[in-house]
């Protein structure tokens, strides 16, 4: 079955820092881009970061900048982020989604996980 | 406030056409393709239109997607009541090196 499957997420305080994952099955996983898309509670959807099919391109959103750090381990066809200095306003449902291609970019999404909840109070 | 303005809501009776617009700046819309996705309550996003107007296999005729300049719409003819769902517009932004989204419009089957 083609999936993609978000963990990680928790409940943590202001400050800290936290590595969410997504692991794909049943697609060539390092054909593809991989993003990262979140949507804080009751409110719209916020592209966060996406990776080329090496690692070798990476963009970030501004809000997450110099914060948050993409990563992919294409033997393990898994996709992560790095959230450092997380703030309240980070919290929100974390969504993996692919792209269609393996190094050029838009805002086309074709496959998307359920999502992890990240919740950052203190 | 996002990117690419969508209207906060939408309205139309079953059977009904309803459209969706997407504004935007010469940095996105003016320059990339526009993507649509539908989000039904509680569950992920899915992909609806591609590349301005194309349709994912699986999707319905009634969607359809066009864009000129710097502005995209939806359409959505024969309004179904599984069709209340929150809509996003979403393209690649030239300038932010960033892929930006509309802020939402909220499909009500009256």
């Known amino acids: 079955e083609v999936q993609l499957v978000e963990s990680g997420g928790v409940v943590v305080q202001p400050g800290g820092s936290l590595r969410l994952s997504c692991a794909a099955s049943g697609f060539t996983f390092d054909d593809y881009t991989m993003h990262w898309v979140r949507q804080a509670p009751g409110k719209g959807l916020e592209w966060v970061s996406l990776?080329?099919?090496?690692?070798?391109?990476?963009y970030y959103a501004d809000s997450v900048k110099g914060r948050f750090t993409i990563s992919r381990d294409n033997s393990k066809n898994s996709l992560y982020l790095q959230m450092n200095s997380l703030r309240t306003e980070d919290t929100a449902l974390y969504y993996c989604a692919k792209g269609p291609y393996s190094s050029s970019w838009d805002g086309e999404f074709d496959l998307w996980g359920r999502g992890t909840l990240v919740t950052v109070s203190s | 406030q996002s990117v690419l303005t969508q209207p906060p809501s939408a309205s139309g009776t079953p059977g009904q056409r309803v459209t969706i617009s997407c504004s935007g700046s010469?940095?996105?819309?003016?320059?990339?393709?526009v993507n649509w996705y539908q989000q039904l309550p509680g569950t992920a996003p899915k992909l609806l239109i591609y590349?301005?107007?194309q349709r994912p296999s699986g999707v319905p005729d009634r969607f359809s997607g066009s864009k000129s300049g710097t502005s995209a719409s939806l359409a959505i003819s024969g309004l179904q009541s599984e069709d209340e769902a929150d809509y996003y517009c979403?393209?690649?932004?030239?300038?932010?090196?960033?892929?930006?989204f509309g802020g939402g419009t909220k499909l009500t089957v009256l």
């Open positions: 990776i080329s099919w090496d690692g070798g391109s990476t």
């Open positions: 010469s940095s996105n819309i003016g320059s990339n393709t």
């Open positions: 979403a393209a690649w932004d030239d300038s932010l090196n960033a892929v930006v």
């Open positions: 590349s301005n107007n």
